[in-house]
Structure formats: structure tokens, C-alpha cells
């Protein structure tokens, strides 16, 4: 079963506003990644975040993760035309004696007007 | 970072024919591959775990025999589409996992965009 739920599915914003995205997830983790994919290509690796961790920055992203919530959030800033994209968090949880599975949730498609 | 590469990019076969797709990992050792399914606007799937040297675990659903996982060294897994058909048509991706104790990273290629025709 999916880990990770996306919140909200769709997001129309226009360029310069914020995008904020949420990722809900049920079971214990060790990381939380973020990743964008553009129609029909592949995943891009945005940022990782960790248990023991609350907050990350990598440009104009910005990733907190609150575990007592089971819940982590993606913050785009000044968001760009080119931002437009579907984006997913996968979570690593644990399988059978310590082995770590990334599982998806259904991603945010964000659309950026120009 | 680590890179995965995953080869071909896209590929368009025939009905009834087989399709292999290779993950590698290019800077890293990896005991454990992923391979996930994504439909069109639609979240990826876990299909299989490899693990080096063993026999895959498959997920739920997936038929071992039409989707053959082969992870020969802590480099390459392979994933064989046998008899393919136009529904097999869709986006596979694997993730490798660094072999590093306690790291939990996993790495994705970019992706194979299968077309059954």
C-alpha cells in the first residue's frame, strides 16, 4: 500500500507566489525524500530529509518534517514558470528485518502560470 | 551524488515479444534494486525488490513470470517484459540502494518509457 499522500493533489499558482506542498505518511521512517517529474520524464531527486531532522533548505526549496505528525511539507519559493511539475515525497520504511523500501504517494501536480 | 543509469530511455516493441531493461549503478554498490511501474498521471508502483545474488520479492499482483528480475552483481539488476502486450505499455523505473551500513538513500534512474505496439 502507498506510504506517502500528497495534499493538495492540484495546485494552480501564478509566478512569484509560493507553492506549498504536504506529504502524510503512516508508519515510522528514517527519510523522507522530495522529487519533481516533469510530464512523461523521469524523477529528479530535490532534497532528503532525515528522522532526526526539521527542517532543510536547498535553494528555493524548503522541506520541514514533523514526525510527531508523520507529516513533512515542501515550500517553493518565488515560484517559476518552470517549476510547473508533478512532485512526490517517498518515504523509507521499514520491510522484513531492517531492509528500507522508498514508497511513493500520489504526488501535487503544480501548474505555474506565467 | 550517486547515478543510477537505466537503459534503454524508451523502447517500442512488438506484441509478443520480449523487452530488458538494465538499472546500474555507476559509483555505487548496490545489494538492493527497486523496480516501480507508472501509469500515465499516476503515482509509481512498487513491482519487485531485488537483491543481489536472490531471487526478487515481488509485490502484490505483479506475475513473477511475465516481469523477470535478474540482479547478477551489486551493480546491475535487470528486468525482462516477456510476451509483452500493449497494457505492459507504461514507464518503469528502478532505485538502487547504496550498500553503505545505515544508509537508507535510494537512487532512481531516469526512467524506460516501454510502447508495445
Known amino acids: 500500500s502507498q506510504q506517502g499522500e500528497e495534499d493538495p493533489q492540484a495546485l494552480s499558482i501564478q509566478e512569484g507566489e509560493n507553492a506549498t506542498m504536504n506529504c502524510s505518511y503512516k508508519?515510522?521512517?528514517?527519510?523522507l525524500q522530495w522529487y519533481r517529474q516533469n510530464s512523461g520524464r523521469g524523477l529528479v531527486h530535490l532534497i532528503l530529509i532525515r528522522s532526526n531532522e526539521r527542517e532543510k533548505h536547498s535553494g528555493r526549496l524548503r522541506v520541514t518534517l514533523d514526525t510527531s505528525k508523520k507529516s513533512s511539507s515542501l515550500l517553493i519559493t518565488a515560484s517559476r514558470a518552470a517549476d510547473t511539475a508533478s512532485y512526490f515525497c517517498?518515504?523509507?520504511?521499514?520491510?522484513?528485518?531492517?531492509?528500507?523500501?522508498?514508497?511513493f504517494g500520489r504526488g501535487t501536480s503544480l501548474i505555474v502560470h506565467p | 551524488g550517486a547515478v543510477v543509469s537505466q537503459h534503454p530511455s524508451w523502447v517500442i516493441c512488438k506484441s509478443g515479444t520480449s523487452v530488458k531493461i538494465e538499472c546500474r549503478s555507476l559509483?555505487?554498490?548496490?545489494?538492493?534494486m527497486f523496480w516501480y511501474r507508472q501509469f500515465p498521471k499516476q503515482s509509481l508502483m512498487l513491482m519487485a525488490t531485488?537483491?543481489?545474488?536472490?531471487?526478487?520479492?515481488?509485490e502484490q499482483g505483479v506475475e513473477k513470470d511475465k516481469f523477470l528480475i535478474n540482479h547478477a552483481s551489486l551493480t546491475l539488476s535487470t528486468l525482462t517484459v516477456t510476451s509483452a502486450h500493449p497494457e505492459d505499455s507504461s514507464f518503469y523505473i528502478c532505485s538502487a540502494k547504496e550498500i553503505t551500513s545505515g544508509n537508507t538513500e535510494a537512487f532512481f534512474g531516469q526512467g524506460t518509457r516501454l510502447t508495445v505496439v
Open positions: 508508519t515510522s521512517i528514517n527519510n
Open positions: 531485488s537483491n543481489e545474488g536472490s531471487k526478487a520479492t515481488y
Open positions: 517517498a518515504t523509507a520504511e521499514s520491510f522484513l528485518g531492517g531492509s528500507y523500501i522508498p514508497t
Open positions: 559509483d555505487f554498490q548496490a545489494t538492493t
